[in-house]
């Protein structure tokens, strides 16, 4: 009986654990989807509205990638997550330099008074 109550709380234990580390890998998976979904909607916008717009969309990335960094952090392993994170965040960056671009060319282009 000693036994099986020991035996038993280990089993507990366990399941405890791994219930535990299937929540944060949820948990990770969302947010990583969130803003992987992000990126895409913002890139998709176009340059022209993303210059106009562009306060609002850095500080929503940052609130994005913040998010992203802490529940990946929580995690031992996060190659899965990787592939999907390095490209969203090299496109958000090629994106955020054409948009600079942009807006230094309507600067060129408006007369200066």
Same mark, same amino acid.
Do not use: C
């Given at each position: 009986m000693k036994t099986f109550?020991?035996?038993?709380?280990l &089993?507990?234990?366990?399941l405890s654990f $791994?219930s535990c580390k299937?929540?944060q890998?949820?948990k990770? !998976?969302?947010v /990583?989807?969130?803003?992987?979904r992000?990126?895409?909607s913002v890139t998709n916008?176009g340059?022209?509205?993303a210059?106009e717009?562009w306060?609002?969309? &850095?500080?929503s990335?940052?609130?994005? $990638?913040?998010e992203?960094?802490i529940?990946?952090?929580?995690? !031992?392993d996060? /190659?899965?997550?990787d592939k999907?994170?390095n490209?969203?965040t090299?496109?958000?960056?090629n994106?955020?330099?054409?948009a600079?671009?942009?807006?230094?060319?309507?600067?060129?282009?408006?007369? $200066?008074?």
């Open positions: 109550k020991i035996l038993l709380s &089993a507990i234990i366990t $791994s299937s929540d890998q949820k990770a !998976e969302i /990583t989807n969130n803003y992987v992000f990126v895409d916008i340059r022209i509205n210059v717009n306060n609002a969309i &850095a500080k990335f940052d609130k994005k $990638s913040n992203l960094n529940e990946i952090d929580k995690l !031992e996060v /190659t899965i997550y999907k994170i490209p969203a090299a496109k958000y960056e994106f955020r330099n054409l600079f671009e942009k807006k230094l060319e309507r600067k060129k282009d408006s007369p $200066s008074k």
